[in-house]
């Protein structure tokens, strides 16, 4: 069963950094996009970053500069790092899997349970 766990989420200081891990199970992620989403209560999902199978990335305009994706397949794990954090970054993080190509698209077809990311001096 196709499966992807977050982990990495936790209270920080602004101007803090977190790296947040998605691992996979039950598929190889190195076949798969991967994408990460934030969503905080009372508002849409938001595509944050996203890794293609060829390591091609992209970013939210409200994080580039500040977050990196990367992937290790070895690990079947993908990783957001996140630098420079600011108060409106709190939210909860999910990642998010598919063969085919979403990009910042909330359209994946298997999404992690999320992780959750607060921002607060």
């Known amino acids: 069963q196709l499966q992807l766990v977050e982990s990495g989420g936790d209270l920080v200081q602004p101007g803090g950094s977190l790296k947040l891990s998605c691992e996979a199970s039950?598929?190889?992620?190195?076949?798969?996009?991967i994408a990460w989403f934030r969503q905080v209560p009372g508002k849409e999902r938001e595509g944050v970053s996203y890794?293609?199978?060829?390591?091609?990335?992209d970013y939210a305009d409200s994080v580039k500069g500040r977050f990196t994706i990367s992937r290790d397949n070895a690990r079947n794990t993908v990783y957001l790092q996140m630098r420079s954090l600011k108060p409106e970054d709190t939210a909860t993080y999910y990642c998010?899997?598919?063969?085919?190509?979403?990009?910042?698209?909330?359209?994946?077809?298997?999404w992690g349970q999320g992780t959750t990311v607060t921002v607060s001096s």
């Open positions: 998010a899997a598919s063969p085919a190509y979403y990009g910042l698209n909330p359209r994946y077809d298997s």
């Open positions: 039950g598929f190889s992620l190195e076949y798969y996009h």
């Open positions: 890794i293609s199978t060829l390591r091609r990335t």
